[in-house]
């Protein structure tokens, strides 16, 4: 498994904005994302980026963050970050990054091989 590297995770109140990072320093992914799981609750997509072949650049985002989410790459450092605005508590949730390969890039956690070890994101009412 190749290690994926966290970062960014806090606590906010409602409304306000966090930036979450995830380098994979050793090796460079076709597809990145972010998942998360909220206690009692099944793991679900995010956002994800395609960062290879020809779809390179191409976002895939669950209804529910659309708008207030960005899912952004930084190729040269194999680096991709997610920029959460306009934060809820219905975002509280611990927040992985995880990536494959593949042309595919879906918001389907199983498909995905490689995760980070998590971050928490906590926003208060």
């Known amino acids: 498994q190749v290690q994926l590297l966290e970062s960014g995770g806090g606590s906010v109140p409602a409304g306000g904005s966090l930036r979450l990072s995830c380098a994979s320093p050793?090796?460079?992914?076709?597809?990145m994302g972010w998942f998360r799981q909220a206690p009692g609750k099944e793991r679900e997509g995010v956002a994800t980026?395609?960062?290879?072949?020809?779809?390179?650049?191409?976002?895939a985002y669950a209804d529910s963050v659309k708008g207030r989410f960005t899912i952004s790459e930084d190729n040269a450092n194999n680096t991709v970050y997610l920029q959460m605005n306009s934060l809820k508590p219905d975002d509280t949730a611990l927040y992985y990054c995880?990536?494959?390969?593949?042309?595919?890039?879906?918001?389907?956690?199983?498909?995905?091989?490689?995760w980070g070890q998590g971050t928490q994101v906590t926003v208060s009412s």
């Open positions: 995880a990536a494959r390969d593949g042309f595919h890039c879906p918001l389907t956690p199983s498909v995905f091989g490689d």
């Open positions: 050793r090796y460079k992914f076709d597809c």
């Open positions: 980026i395609s960062t290879n072949y020809n779809a390179r650049g191409t976002t």
